[in-house]
């Protein structure tokens, strides 16, 4: 191939935005189409610039917008390439019509999502409301708590989706400016063993067979719809998991990083845990240390893998712990958070189910300190010695004015 | 384009092998058909078809029996032209990598598309393919 290989340090200080674009880099995407979007845009600008430097061959699509921009990578997906782009927040929404159409034709492309909060008000900061949204288009969702992360489950993400076992499109999540604009220490792979890990894309089904011709993104009504979509959350619920566990084995194998579908952190004798996703799972831990010196048992739980929903190693994860924090960072706007009711339904049906309340945190970019941590932990484990949740089931933590609680 | 193609008359049109095939389930008498028939028939070329969701597509888009004999693509409604752009990207960035050599000539990319798609709900890419020079279709 007539491209350049570019020679890495072992570690790279890099953030969450370029450690992404780096990793695109190395697996060598054949189409970007995309339009920028605070934070997310120096990930797409990252492989331009890779591109006009000739460390890629392939083509960058300038669209009109992001629906645009998933709708060139539907076509270019289905035409039988490797295919990316990123995007954040209201670009997120606006591609929402279009994510489930990249998913109901089973076409694999990875979507780098720098989580950002959805207007109004407008606001440019780190929550997860975008994750939140995309919950239900049928794509795989991972989710990075640092830069290092961003890199790595790139690499999964194509590994994945591109399984012709699989052909699901995947998103990679991070944290808007917390991940995205802060630059860390990633350790790094070497070109070939990126490539190498990834391998070279097999297409399947794809329109530049002109000897075979296929039709994407057909029409059915009451007679073949419901069997289609029935197929693909079949292959999400039982063919996903295998796969993703089969990437993360292969991947520490390569690199000595070890990856888990649900990420447990001092769990073994937990009392008290918190779950919770993106830079706020690293805050956790660290005061989860601090409370286990003043005492307190605690434990930090991180979902790795957020769709499809890891029910069953939820419901393992929490067997011993005696009471439980589910944290999102996402209005749910009128009902219990989506962690609060999900981590509900996985435990209900077990023998132990821990005391479960929750917390709305961090919405529009807010800090989630180490205080409200403490406190938080300091909740549960007065949960735990009341024997009942001695709360309300929801409060809102780090908002101005009169405390917020509900049900 | 590689040659001209011959004119057919009606008689002629009633037995040649079409790249859009008379099963579809537009109204009897509808022109789509005899549009599209047309417009296919103008180049001995590859096709990528796209159209956007319309009468067109649903119509002629059916699993499990769709009628287009080449590679067709729907995905929405303001993007009939955006997907088949990306389709007509892999095909450039192939034929870059030496991928595709024998697949010479490049590709027709054809899109179908309505008012809708065009004026109402697709004019931002109408604005945009001629901003950044984008053909539209080619052959």
Known sequence: MAFDKMELQKIEVWDGNFAAAQALRQCQIDVVAAYP??????????????????????EFVMVESEHAAMSGCVGAAAAGGRVATATSSQGFALMVEVLYQA??????????????????????????????????????????????EAYDLNFIAFKVAEDHDIRL?????????????????VYTLTDDEAYGFVGEYKPMNDMLDFEHPVTHGVQTEEDWHF????????DLMTKVFPKIQAAFDAFEKLSGRKYNIVE???????????????????????????????????GVVGLRVIRPFPFFEIAEAFKDVKAIAALDRSSPNGA????????????????????????????????????????????LQANVDAGKVTTQLQQFIGVRGPKLAFL | ??????????????????????????????????????????TNNDLILSASTGCLEV???????????????????????????????????????GRLQQRAPEPAVVSFAGAGATYAIGTQWISAGTQFEVKFSKN
């Open chain 2, 1 to 42: 384009m590689s040659e001209i193609k011959k004119v057919k008359n009606l008689k002629e049109f009633s037995t040649s092998a079409d790249r859009f095939e008379g099963a579809n389930l537009l109204c009897p008498g509808c022109a789509h058909s005899i549009i599209v028939r047309e417009v296919l028939n103008a």
């Open chain 1, 169 to 185: 499109p995947a998103m990679v999540h991070q944290d808007g400016f917390m991940t995205s604009h802060t630059a860390q220490g």
């Open chain 1, 227 to 234: 069997e289609h979509k029935a197929r693909q959350h079949n």
């Open chain 2, 59 to 97: 119509c002629s888009a059916v699993y499990p029996q769709p009628s287009g004999d080449a590679p067709w693509i729907h995905s929405g409604a303001g993007d009939g032209s955006t997907a088949p752009a990306g389709a007509d990207a892999i095909d450039k960035a192939l034929r870059k990598q």
């Open chain 1, 37 to 58: 979007i605070t934070p997310s845009t120096p990930i797409v600008e990252g492989y331009a610039k890779f591109l006009s430097d000739n460390y890629i061959e392939g």
């Open chain 1, 103 to 148: 998913s109901g034709m089973r076409l694999p492309i990875v979507l780098n999502v720098v989580n950002r909060a959805l207007a109004a008000p407008l606001n440019v900061n780190g929550d997860h409301s975008d994750m939140y949204l995309g919950r239900d288009s049928g794509w795989i969702q991972l989710d990075a708590f640092a830069p290092q």
């Open chain 1, 264 to 298: 447990k952190y001092d769990m073994n004798d937990a009392d008290v845990c918190v779950v919770c996703m993106g830079t706020s799972v690293e805050t956790a831990r660290e005061v989860a240390t601090e409370m286990r010196e003043k005492g307190i048992k605690a």
């Open chain 1, 336 to 379: 219990p958070g989506m962690l609060f009711n999900e981590i509900a339904g996985a435990l209900f049906n077990t023998d132990k189910r821990a005391l479960l309340s929750g917390y709305v945190y961090g919405l529009g970019g807010r800090d989630l300190t180490k205080a409200h941590l403490v406190s938080l932990y300091t909740e």
